[in-house]
């Protein structure tokens, strides 16, 4: 075949691709309307988990690179749940790196609608207003995201799935500003704490801010080459901000988890976590007896934290994370333990982990 007749080929069988996505985007349609119907969660982790098991597997038997079919399918879901009309809710403004995680957790087709606080975002998923809240749960270098934790115990919210971006941290000042013209630093207080290195060699004021995104809109909003703020790139892009200097922060291992927050549970995937909050009697070895039991039955505990219960002084909570998920026998047994050991138990959801 001439190279005319081979580009003739691809051309043909590029309309057939897109036909079939057409056809693939119609029927996502109306699994997304009759999800609705029935009240199921339109995004549905582990169903896309498995479509991603086969296709990989497809590829490798056709000698394809499994990594690119991912990437291709990926961005198929993403515009599928586009068309389903999913809604998340998070904390902060435009260009903060919670909207930075709940597009790459959802896919550039989510709508996201911005949150002042953490309550918000779960008032938002509680009242229906978004199906559903990506809100930070820890961070590799600051350790848990405490208030999250309390508001995960007073709501019947479900965890149902998590993801980690890695945190870069720029400072960010008007278009014509430069460093020798700053004077003030407005961030979150955790981003100020995670760049203390670089912010004390400079010796500038440093001025909590309730969001890193929102940091940058209000140095944009007081017009002054003097302020500077701490954020993503991405927030001096959609804000017409100038990046002064990139990776400011102490540390590059700096990674935040988020968690999903849904009315509903996640199906099992293969490849889960659950995450729990217990309460034992204060006897000695009551908490080693849990994790004895968890152990016998090859429970994997990846987090054990405990906060205090706020009834009472020096009585704790224990917010556990380990590997499998509770419809999984292994699972289901050691919950029935602890249902019946401890005074207190909330499973806050099983969901696939992240990849």
């Given at each position: 075949m001439t190279l005319d007749d081979l580009r003739k080929r691809i051309d043909q069988l590029d309309v057939q691709i897109v036909k079939l996505i057409a056809q693939r985007m119609d029927v996502s349609r109306e699994i997304g309307l009759e999800k609705r119907e029935i009240g199921k969660p339109v995004f549905d982790v582990a169903r896309e988990h498995s479509v991603l098991k086969k296709v990989k597997n497809l590829a490798r038997d056709m000698n394809l690179p499994q990594q690119d079919i991912e990437k291709i399918y990926r961005q198929v879901f993403a515009i599928s749940r586009a068309l389903q009309g999913i809604k998340v809710?998070?904390?902060?403004?435009?260009?903060?790196?919670?909207?930075?995680?709940?597009y790459q957790f959802?896919?550039?087709g989510a709508s996201l609608i911005p949150c002042e606080s953490l309550e918000d975002v779960f008032r938002a998923v509680e009242l229906e207003d978004a199906q559903y809240g990506l809100v930070?749960?820890?961070?590799?270098?600051e350790g848990s995201i405490s208030r999250t934790y309390d508001l995960l115990l007073a709501s019947n919210l479900k965890v149902s799935g998590e993801t980690q971006l890695r945190i870069v941290h720029c400072l960010i000042g008007l278009p014509e500003a430069r460093i020798d013209s700053i004077k003030e630093v407005y961030s979150h207080p955790q981003a100020l704490g995670q760049?203390?290195?670089?912010?004390?060699?400079?010796?500038?004021k440093l001025i909590p801010?309730?969001?890193t995104a929102g940091s940058v809109k209000l140095v944009k909003e007081s017009g002054t080459l003097e302020r500077a703020a701490i954020a993503s790139a991405r927030a001096?892009?959609?804000y017409g901000m100038k990046v002064l200097v990139r990776g400011i922060e102490d540390n590059a291992n700096n990674f935040t988890r988020f968690f999903i927050l849904s009315r509903q549970d996640a199906a099992i995937s293969g490849n889960d976590k659950t995450s729990i909050v217990f309460s034992v009697k204060h006897k000695p070895g009551t908490l080693f007896e849990i994790l004895k039991e968890l152990a016998a039955r090859k429970i994997n505990l990846t987090k054990i934290e405990s906060r205090p219960t706020r009834q009472k002084p020096w009585e704790y909570n224990f917010y556990v994370d380990f590997e499998g998920h509770r419809e999984e026998a292994s699972v289901k047994e050691a919950l029935q333990y602890l249902e019946n050991s401890a005074i207190f138990l909330k499973i806050l959801g099983s969901y696939p982990k992240v990849v």
């Open positions: 809710a998070f904390q902060g403004e435009v260009g903060a790196y919670s909207e930075e995680a709940s959802f896919g550039s930070p749960v820890e961070n590799s270098l760049s203390q290195a670089f912010l004390k060699q400079m010796g500038w801010a309730y969001d001096a892009q959609i």
